[in-house]
Structures are given as C-alpha cells and as structure tokens.
C-alpha cells in the first residue's frame, strides 16, 4: 500500500510562486512515474506535469516554462514549482503515482488559488 501527502499549496496573487510537494510512504521499489494533476471546479481532472523514474519529465502546454517537476527518490518525494501563477492555475493539485506493478495511487490533493 502507498500513502501519497501532498503540501505547499495556498493563495497566492497573479504572478507568484509556490513550490508542492508530495511525500510517498510505503513500499516503493520503483515507480514508473509520478506526477501531478489538477481539477479546477467544472472541470475534468489533467496531467499538470509527470516525471519518470529515469528522469524525463512532460509537461501541459499550458504549464511549459512556467512550472518545473522534479523528484527526489531516496526521500520519496516529487516537487513541482509553479511560477508566473495565473488565475487558470487555480485547482485541486493531486500527486498521482504510477508503480511497476501497474498500481495507481492519489493523494487527496492540495488547493491553489491564485487571485488578487
């Protein structure tokens, strides 16, 4: 069984910053990859960004060179920076993990709102 716990999220004006973070705990050999999705209300659930074990990483068109994923495997842990925030970057972030075993795991998400 895997626990994802997402942090970091919050209010934050147009044009900010904030940085999430999403700790995996439980047994995790090896993951396929990890990534972040969002929800905004009304709308269906999108790959923010994803990273894989061996690094790569793939981005939303409307996230690129504004957002960054990165991972840290001895802690478990996958980040995601998000700068030049804008009030469409207002949504439910959800960690997501995909296992070698084919197993998917969520968090509980973690709001940002972004608004003056």
């Known amino acids: 069984q895997v626990q994802l716990v997402e942090s970091g999220g919050g209010l934050v004006q147009p044009g900010g910053s904030l940085r999430l973070s999403c700790k995996a705990s439980?047994?995790?050999?090896?993951?396929?990859?990890m990534g972040w999705y969002r929800q905004a209300p009304g709308k269906e659930r999108e790959l923010v960004a994803g990273i894989t074990w061996g690094g790569s990483t793939n981005y939303a068109d409307s996230v690129k060179g504004r957002f960054t994923i990165s991972r840290d495997i001895a802690k478990n842990m996958v980040y995601l920076q998000m700068n030049s925030l804008k009030p469409e970057d207002t949504a439910v972030y959800y960690c997501?993990?995909?296992?070698?075993?084919?197993?998917?795991?969520w968090g509980k998400g973690t709001l940002v709102t972004v608004s003056s």
């Open positions: 997501n993990v995909q296992l070698g075993t084919g197993a998917i795991y």
């Open positions: 439980g047994t995790i050999f090896r993951f396929n990859a």
